[in-house]
């Protein structure tokens, strides 16, 4: 709950685990405490130890700004750190002067134009700049169930003159220590959100993006832990951005004993204006403390997300569990081979047939036809109705693939409207996979959009979308935009996208879209608020959708997701793996297939009905458990991931090795998380072990025989 003590002027948000407590010191907010649940104590007594330090530069305030422990620092009065918020008037004056005026607790609100988590309780704190005639709405909301705490603001030109904004970040906290390691997520196409650590030093240290998406090369996630803290134990504060533009977070280590950790919109090439009267939304930021590690602090992250941020519809349901052509055929299709394959697949237990990218349009490769949303039907004679009605006769549904936000040079939509594509005046534009992106800040270009889609959507029966998105944006400029408005380009695209999703996805309730973006490089939680899972990288590997399932979880829950088996070879990695391995991976999230099942040799096809079984007595766990990270598929030689159900009385363990050391391996895998009383009965074998066996003792796998790759799953449910 949230409340407010009048004597010590503070506020605190907690549930049973956690504190997050500041206060109202000389008219700022001094953030006090984040952390495991205290007291409600005065914490006065930090303050004269971190003012104790004072720097003889610095002017004669109550305390120097720059050892405040501050909620919302700003550039002036004398706090040298990275701020939260910069913002220029038109005398060009940057010192800003923010003081609290008021605070009230409601519920949750709606942030105008973005996707955010819903059904918490807000802190709801005013504070403003007299001087300038700036007002910042602060909102601190609780996850009671689940402990995490998000925080986003509101910057409201209250004044008569223009304000620019030079940075508009979420939120900005002191974390009381300065010997932290921050945790990242870096990656690439086919290779992303690979987790890596790095000790703190003095200085700052950040991550970003300046791509208009989130990227897979750094995602907007960021753990700090203590250097002790391990994936079962220590101490870690996660942060992530509900958010799927560029963005920045950092961490900085100044010489005032503190860890300041922000972040937001990213401040590369933006400038916001705010005229009188105009205010600025940031996006949320979701934060999460674990006492209990790495693994915790997944957790909270998996059941905020499932409880407050994926559409509610379809958070914990059960997924389509799909077969789609994009590696069966790629472009090269007609109507035949999707018969075959829609054909093959009835009766195996999958239930939705995806067509991929090539359906519309010019399109028999990546150089044409993007833009142009309607069907070829001199590939696809009679349209997409003679597919739709097979996979009906065959008992399955339909999905569709779309790119709506992009536009190929060489297609009708281009040459009617070249001025849609972003470009900047006098430089070619750069291509991306033969493509252009499509200007979303323009009103007129997203009712284009949403028209064109929903006309697809409304005349056809089609149950699923996979959204996609293929390429970076080069040019951050908009013909729609007066010049002094260029640096709101990057928020603004979001905002454009944002409003599509809200028009096409919510207004389409009953289709269940997919979002992808080359693989996984949007993967973020902004796209979850639409999208209740998301292709997680075109690396369709058994061996690398381990460690790529592996970092994404640290953020994001295995529903969220997209899995599916593939051949062998690899087409990414020409490795090859075991079958049974490639569903067993495949089955740590929304899983499905993405082969030509027409041409499966026999015993292959033979075996799906049975992997279908297989995952749909796990998928429970899948959709609702809780994740235990067992072992990683970087330092060991062996990936395992361990679901158990939220009331203990089920747990599901997928073990794979990765490269066999000859001789001397042993392996005890202790599990988590289980009820130590309770007896648990192998559902394979019949075998009855304790919880408390189970998680000290451990499984003991006969590794020894166990090949490169091979996988062995266990799957337990309490007596
Ligand atoms: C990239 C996606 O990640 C793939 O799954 C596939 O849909 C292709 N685009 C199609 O162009």
Known sequence: MITFDRNSQTFYLENDRMTYAFDIFDESLEHLWFGAKIGHDDLNYLRGVRGSGCDAQQPDKKLCPNFLANELPVYGQGDFREP???????????????????????????????????????????????????????????????????????????????????????????????????????????????????????????????????????????????????????????????????????????????????GGVSEFCFEWILESGEEFCTPEAVMVYSDRGIGEMSRIFHDTYREHLIPERYAKAKRPLVVNNWEATYFDFDRDKLFAIIDASAGTGIDTFVLDDGWFGVRNDDHSGLGDWFVNTEKLQGGLKPIIDRCHERGLKFGLWFEPEMVNPDSDLYRAHPDWAIHSPGHVPAEGRNQYVLDLTRADVRDYIVRVVSDILENHEIDYVKWDYNRNITEVFSEGLPAERQGEFAHRYALGLYDICRRLVLGHPDVFFEGCASGGARFDAGMLYYFPQIWTSDDTDAAMRSRIQYGT????????????????????????????????????????????????????????????????????????????????????????????????????????????????????LPLQGLDPDALYENTATGERLHGSTLMHVGLNPAIGNMRDFDTLTWHFKRV
């Not at 079962?232 to 533009?245: A, I, K, Q, R």
């Not at 030509?596 to 458990?625: F, N, T, W």
């Open 84 to 262: 939260m918020l910069t913002y220029r008037t038109e005398g060009g004056d940057l010192c800003a002067e923010l003081h609290y005026t008021s605070h009230r607790i409601i519920a949750q609100p709606a942030l105008p134009g973005l996707p955010s988590t819903r059904g918490g309780e807000t802190l709801e704190v005013t504070m403003n700049d007299d001087i300038n005639g700036v007002e910042v709405l602060l909102y601190f909301t609780l996850h009671a169930d689940t402990g995490a705490v998000t925080r986003a603001c509101r910057i409201r030109n209250v004044g008569s003159h223009t304000i620019r904004l030079l940075r508009a970040h979420s939120f900005s906290l002191d974390l009381p220590r300065n010997d932290l390691d921050a945790i990242s997520l870096y990656g690439a196409w086919a290779n992303e959100r690979t987790p890596e650590r790095t000790p703190l030093h003095h200085g700052v240290w950040s991550v970003d993006s300046k791509r208009v998406s989130s990227s897979s090369q750094l995602n907007p996630f960021v753990a700090l832990a203590t250097r002790e803290a391990t994936e079962t134990s220590g101490e870690v504060w996660g942060f992530n951005l509900v958010y799927s533009s560029s963005f920045r977070l950092f961490a900085e280590v100044p010489t005032t004993g503190h860890t300041r950790v922000g």
């Open 553 to 668: 979880s640290l953020c994001y829950p295995l529903s969220a997701m997209s899995c599916h088996v593939s051949v062998c070879p690899s087409h990414q990695t020409k490795r090859t793996t075991p079958y049974k391995t490639r569903a067993d991976i495949a089955h740590l999230g929304a899983t499905g297939y993405e082969l030509d099942v027409s041409r499966l040799p026999a015993e292959e096809l033979a075996q799906i009905p049975a992997q279908v079984a297989d995952y749909h007595a796990m998928e429970k766990l899948v959709l609702e458990g809780d994740l235990y990270r067992l072992a990683a598929p970087f330092d060991a030689g062996y990936f395992c991931f361990e679901l158990v159900s939220k009331d203990r009385s089920e747990v599901h363990v997928t073990l794979m090795r990765l490269l066999k050391i000859f001789n001397c391996e042993a392996l005890y």
